[in-house]
Antibody, heavy 126, light 107 residues
Framework: QVQLQESGPGLVKPSQTLSLTCTVSGGSVSSGSHYWSWIRQPAGKGLEWIGRIYSNENTNYNPSLKSRVTMSVDTSKNQVSLKLSSVTAADTAVYYC??????????????????WGKGTTVTVSS | DIQMTQSPSSLSASVGDRVTITCRASQTISSYLNWYQQKPGKAPKLLIYAASTLQSGVPSRFSGSGSGTDFTLTISSLQPEDFATYSCQQSYSLPHSFGQGTKLEIK
C-alpha cells in the first residue's frame, strides 16, 4: 500500500527557507485524481492545512501562507516538496504530508486525506 | 475562509460510554466533512469522509452525521484505544480548514 515519508532539516534559522520532501512509496505521485497535501501542527495545537499539489503541478495554497509557500512535484523521484520562506518561530511545528483523494477515480470532489506520513518536526531557532 | 469549531474542546468519558463530538462550520459545506483521530506522537488517521462514510477498516462503533453547517461524530461504545484527539476538516472550499480538535480522555 501507499506509504509517505517526510524528510528534511529538523532545525532552520529564522528568516531562512524551510525545505521538506515527501517520498511516496507503493504508488505513483502521478496516479489518479490524487493531490498531495502538506499539513502542520504546532506542539499542543490543532492541524493547519498548508496547501496541496497535483501531479501536473497545479497548486492550492492557504492564503495565510501563500506568499511564503512553494510546492513542487518530481515524478522521476516520486516525491513532492514543500518550501516555506522567511520562517519565524511561529513556523515551528510537526509537518505532515498526506494523500488527498476523492472517493473514486475521475471525480474531483469530497476530497479526504487517507494516507499520512509519520511527520517531521521542524524547529525554527537561531 | 470557512471556520470550523468543535465542541467540546475536551471530554472525559469511561469505557463503554456513548460519546458525541460536534463540529460546526461558519457557512454551509454540504457534506464535505471529514473526521480524523490522532493519538499522541502519531499522524492523524482518517475515520469518516463525506460526513458519514466510514473509511475502510474503521470499526463500526464510529459514525458520522450531519450536513450544511452542523455535524457530529459518535462513538457508540468507547473502547480503551479510542482515547485520542478528534479533528474535523472541511473540503468544501479552499483552504481546507480543520477544527481545533477535541481531546477525549479517560474518566
Amino acid at each position: 500500500q501507499v506509504q509517505l515519508q517526510e524528510s528534511g532539516p529538523g532545525l532552520v534559522k529564522p528568516s531562512q527557507t524551510l525545505s521538506l520532501t515527501c517520498t511516496v512509496s507503493g504508488g505513483s505521485v502521478s496516479s489518479g485524481s490524487h493531490y498531495w497535501s502538506w499539513i502542520r501542527q504546532p506542539a499542543g495545537k490543532g492541524l493547519e492545512w498548508i496547501g496541496r499539489i497535483y501531479s501536473n503541478e497545479n497548486t492550492n495554497y492557504n492564503p495565510s501562507l501563500k506568499s511564503r509557500v512553494t510546492m513542487s512535484v518530481d515524478t522521476s523521484k516520486n516525491q513532492v516538496s514543500l518550501k516555506l520562506s522567511s520562517v519565524t518561530a511561529a513556523d515551528t511545528a510537526v509537518y505532515y504530508c498526506a494523500r488527498d483523494r476523492p472517493p473514486a477515480p475521475g471525480i474531483f470532489y469530497y476530497y479526504y486525506m487517507d494516507v499520512w506520513g509519520k511527520g517531521t518536526t521542524v524547529t525554527v531557532s537561531s | 475562509d470557512i471556520q470550523m469549531t468543535q465542541s467540546p474542546s475536551s471530554l472525559s468519558a469511561s469505557v463503554g460510554d456513548r460519546v458525541t463530538i460536534t463540529c460546526r462550520a461558519s457557512q454551509t459545506i454540504s457534506s464535505y466533512l471529514n473526521w480524523y483521530q490522532q493519538k499522541p506522537g502519531k499522524a492523524p488517521k482518517l475515520l469518516i469522509y463525506a460526513a458519514s462514510t466510514l473509511q475502510s477498516g474503521v470499526p463500526s462503533r464510529f459514525s458520522g452525521s450531519g450536513s450544511g453547517t452542523d455535524f457530529t461524530l459518535t462513538i457508540s461504545s468507547l473502547q480503551p484505544e479510542d482515547f485520542a484527539t478528534y479533528s474535523c476538516q472541511q473540503s468544501y472550499s479552499l483552504p481546507h480548514s480543520f477544527g481545533q480538535g477535541t481531546k477525549l480522555e479517560i474518566k
